[in-house]
């Protein structure tokens, strides 16, 4: 163990004394630009800019850079970053966390690695926890930055998508992490360009780390939202549909348990649904409606896919077991259109559009750096998830903060008593306190028993981050008394106010230990700042949340030795002490497991989101003809498809199965027959129906006015499709997570079920999107409108929506259609089959 903390020692040397050798040369340029006027100061930037243009790396530019930065600090600002804030600065620039105790100006230590990684114009972003600081930040250390020729942006929740994308643009973006990561996670549901707000992912430099990527990172950045009760109705709607429909109406395809509308019924459909064609862009969210409602009432039977409990819910059947699986829902929306068909309550949908985990985020820099009072208790987890070490910087100058050993008491009323006759005792001598709490409960009693001491005090909660800021930096006056949530107030220093350090600075008071350390640490750095002198206490009492539930039979048999039967018994020992922070290791442990384990789920989400996103983002840019990628997935489909019924021994009902996709989902019903398949291989038919495909496909697009139109309609039709399918992805690997769970009592690794599966849905989704595609691309009924409607959709919500537009005749004058076959193409000219334009008005 020695060996251990020895080589833990040394090597915060070894780098120490590195960080020391770079400093000396920042410092070495003092004189040297503080003997510059501002006109040549300010030129430094465009000259480091060029020079890094024409190849000098960020590393070589340092010194001078940060030289440049501290003259300027001084300059605008009239603080100057000492030496301890240049060694902080070094570690931020190499993607580290700079561990700063409390008060030695991390947020001016930020300025120089900032200014630096700002240079190479590709973006900076500064991560703070709540919109105060960043506002804060922003507004004070943005005077150095824009006297130095660099822009800063501010991005706020309230911003506009234009707002947010000019702070974006911004060299430096100041931002909460929440919102960097929604705006991440709404830029990749975006239909258009141009609706996207972020840059590439360059450099974060994260402030208070830990809070942002150990405490916040155990739960996940989700955009969801509740399925409107519309949809609950065309569940209902579209299972009424198909009860009305005959055998001839639809085929199912036994071995992959697929099911499928025939000519007849896609006519069948479109009178029903009053639409002109069932194919259009327009309804691709009522398509799936129907097949759902198709699979739920001719593929999924009653009794043994799936059963109706008393309470009227559907239960899934488990196929191998026989057992019903409780708490399990099919995906898709395959469940509540069973709902729907057993006229049982259809359950509220809430849909899951995009999620993300915070380590997941904030990896995908290419840099990241963060600045802390407290995070060296977590430096395995930083180096592990986000290959960063901890490096402790030297305090400017040395604590002279009394840290008090923790007192012990048996009640928690006893504990309050002693906490309030403390406080009333500091609060007339002058002395200024903060009490730290856990809970705003505890924080809600106090103040109430202080009250009835007669001790006047403000009370946060962690509510109201601009006034706490203003109160908090009050903290440290003359008689002033706090009550705060450990967190309330986090980046904000407290200055003592005149005659307070003859009266032993502020005191620190923690009503009981948190179960991490780094917020008890985080609470003791309040007091001490700059050397300035102060003392921190802590109460605890054995019926604390922590000491029932993690506390050692260690301390149960000392206190048993001990007698504390009498509330006023009070033990102080360091031994206790020790006790308790080993209560803490094992509660950190815990939250550990749990991060590592919400990190393990979504790394395999992570891969699938990043090949989704990678290829929407190429779609959404792309000028050119998408042709060759929606041909690829009709040719992969065609594939699929073959081969999935070919695996059928009679040859016979394969060809049929074949002939029915290729009538259903590729070609025109009349243009194929079951002879013309017959004595073909596997990869002659294959190639069969592509070149028939094909054909389609270019008479489809002939059908669009330009190139422009083209690319337009086969963006918004490949869009479409990947976020239906993309969502509804989402919401089943969801439920396989919860399901995945139980499958531990089989001796079976959850994690290694859940990848191997999620896999598998992977793969089927994709074959889902292409199927879609190629359906929707091949019998959608395309006409000049498509352009003006291809252009207008702006978010994915779109794509859900099913609409009610009605599409404009042509002029019909002297036209005779006595004489039109209902498969023929229309004498109007519109390009589609006469019983889907003017037949059907003749019919009506």
Request: some cysteine; glycine content about 6%.
């Amino acid at each position: 163990m020695a060996n251990i903390l020895r080589k833990v020692i040394e090597n915060d040397k070894g780098e120490l004394r590195r960080l020391e050798k770079i400093a000396k040369k920042v410092e070495a340029y003092a004189d040297e630009m503080a003997a510059m006027p501002d006109e040549e100061l300010q030129a430094k930037t465009p000259e480091f800019k060029e020079r890094y243009q024409k190849g000098e790396s960020l590393e070589s530019l340092l010194p001078e850079a940060f030289a440049v930065v501290r003259e300027a600090a001084k300059r605008v600002l009239g603080l100057y970053p000492y030496h301890v804030q240049i060694l902080g600065g070094i570690v931020l620039h190499n993607g580290d966390v700079s561990e700063m105790r409390t008060g030695e100006g991390k947020t001016l230590t930020a300025t120089m690695p900032v200014y630096l990684n700002a240079l190479a114009g590709q973006g900076v972003h500064v991560i703070t926890v709540n919109e105060y600081l960043s506002t804060r930040d922003a507004t004070e250390m943005g005077e150095i930055y824009s006297w130095l020729g660099l822009s800063v942006g501010i991005n706020l929740a309230a911003k506009s998508a234009a707002e947010k994308r000019e702070a974006y643009n911004c060299d430096i973006t100041y931002s909460t992490n929440s919102e960097v990561g929604f705006d991440y996670l709404r830029d990749n549901m975006v239909v258009r360009q141009e609706d996207m707000v972020q840059r590439s992912l360059n450099f974060a430099l994260v402030d208070e780390v830990d809070s942002v990527l150990i405490d916040e990172a155990r739960t996940p950045l989700i955009v969801s939202g509740a399925v409107s009760s519309e949809t609950n109705q065309l569940y209902i709607r579209a299972d009424r549909f198909v009860k009305t429909l005959a055998e001839t109406d639809y085929v199912i395809d036994v071995p992959t348990k697929t099911i499928g509308l025939t000519d007849s019924g896609i006519d069948k459909a479109e009178k029903y649904f009053h639409l002109e064609n069932l194919y259009d862009l327009d309804n691709v969210a009522l398509t799936h409606f129907i097949d759902n409602a198709l699979r739920a009432n001719y593929i999924m039977l009653l009794d043994i896919d799936y059963v109706v409990s008393e309470a009227q819910e559907i239960l899934i059947v488990d196929q191998f077991t026989g057992r019903t699986m409780e708490g399990r829902r099919f995906s898709d929306g395959l469940h509540q259109a069973i709902e729907a068909k057993e006229n049982v309550k259809i359950q509220e949908e809430s849909k899951t559009s995009a999620s993300i985990t915070y380590q997941n985020m904030f990896r995908m820099y290419k840099k990241l750096a963060g600045m802390t009072g407290t995070a060296k208790t977590e430096e395995e987890e930083f180096r592990e998830v986000y290959n960063m070490r901890i490096i402790p910087i030297p305090t400017n100058r040395p604590i002279a903060r009394l840290d008090n050993a923790d007192l012990l008491y048996p009640t928690l009323t006893a504990k309050f008593k002693a906490v309030v006759a403390d406080v009333k005792a500091r609060y007339e001598k002058g002395q200024p306190v903060l009490l730290g709490t856990v809970a705003v409960e505890t924080s809600e009693l106090i103040s109430k028993m202080l009250v009835q001491a007669g001790v006047p005090h403000e009370v946060l909660n962690a509510k109201n981050h601009f006034k706490e800021a203003q109160i908090i930096m009050n903290a440290g006056q003359r008689g002033a008394v706090t009550i705060a949530t450990n967190m309330a107030g986090r980046g904000t220093d407290i200055k003592l106010g005149e005659g307070v350090r003859e009266l032993g600075g502020l005191c620190v008071i923690g009503t009981e230990r948190h179960e991490s350390r780094r917020i008890d640490n985080q609470l003791r750095g309040r007091s001490g700042r700059q050397g300035d002198p102060g003392e921190s206490q802590f109460y605890l009492s054995l019926e604390d949340d922590l000491m029932r539930r993690f506390g050692s039979d260690r301390i149960k048999v000392f206190l048993e030795r001990l007698n504390m039967d009498d509330e006023e018994t009070v033990i102080k020992s360091g031994m206790l002490t020790r006790q308790v922070e080993s209560a803490q290791k094992r509660v950190e442990g815990n939250n550990y497991d749990t991060r590592k384990q919400v990190l393990q789920y979504d790394d395999v989400m992570r891969e699938q989101r990043e090949i989704i996103y990678a290829e929407r983002r190429d779609v959404i840019t792309a000028s050119r003809d998408l042709g060759p990628e929606i041909k690829a997935m009709v040719k992969r489909t065609i594939e699929r498809t073959v081969d999935s019924h070919s695996r059928n021994t009679n040859r016979d009902e394969a060809l049929e199965a074949i002939l029915n996709f290729a009538k259903t989902n590729l070609l025109p019903e009349d243009s194929i027959k079951l002879s013309e398949l017959e004595n073909q291989k596997d990869s002659e038919l294959k190639e069969d129906l592509y070149q028939r495909a094909l054909k389609v496909y270019d008479q489809q697009i002939a059908k669009l006015r330009d190139k422009e139109a083209v690319i337009e309609f086969q963006k918004v039709l490949i869009l479409m499709v990947v976020d239906n399918k993309w969502t509804d992805h989402i919401d089943a690997l969801d439920q396989l997570r919860n399901a995945v769970g139980l499958r531990g009592y089989a001796q079976n690794n959850p994690v290694v079920e859940y990848q191997s599966e999620g896999f598998r849905m992977f793969q089927d989704m994709i074959g889902a999107i292409e199927f879609d595609v190629t359906r929707t691309m091949m019998k959608a009924q395309i006409h000049e409108q498509e352009r003006e409607r291809a252009a207008r959709p702006s978010s994915t919500t779109a794509a859900r929506n099913i609409s009610a537009r009605q599409v404009t005749g042509q002029q019909t004058e002297g036209l005779d259609f006595s004489k039109v076959k209902r498969n023929d193409p229309c004498p109007c000219g519109s390009g589609k089959k006469f019983k889907n334009c003017h037949g059907r008005r003749r019919l009506s």
